[in-house]
């Protein structure tokens, strides 16, 4: 997955309007998805989706997960998630230099 983002990637995920997560830079992207990971017991994202818009290729995801541990104050492990969005990729010189991801 890395090796097609530019080294000075900049990745934000938005959820419900607000900022949720971000980084810059294929080594802080690194960290955040494998952070990301053991969040899910499963997950799945489907693209229902897919835009030319000016310098940006938006997708129209479909997601879901299962949740592989309690979130404090919130759904118990084992919950089925389930949500659309949508990710936005822009393309610089030698592969994806921004991705935003919107839910």
């Known amino acids: 997955m890395l090796a097609q983002l530019e080294p000075g990637i900049r990745f934000e995920n938005f959820s419900g309007g607000q900022l949720t997560a971000e980084s810059s830079g294929i080594a802080a992207f690194r960290q955040l998805a494998e952070q990301s990971k053991g969040l899910f017991s499963e997950r799945e994202q489907r693209v229902t989706g897919m ?39 822009a393309f610089g010189a030698s592969g994806i230099a921004r991705i935003v991801d919107r839910s």
């Open 51 to 89: 835009v030319r818009v000016g310098e940006l290729l938006v997708v129209e995801i479909a997601w879901r997960g299962r949740l592989a541990a309690d979130v404090p104050g919130g759904p118990p492990a084992g919950t089925l998630l389930e949500m659309k969005g949508r990710s936005e990729f």
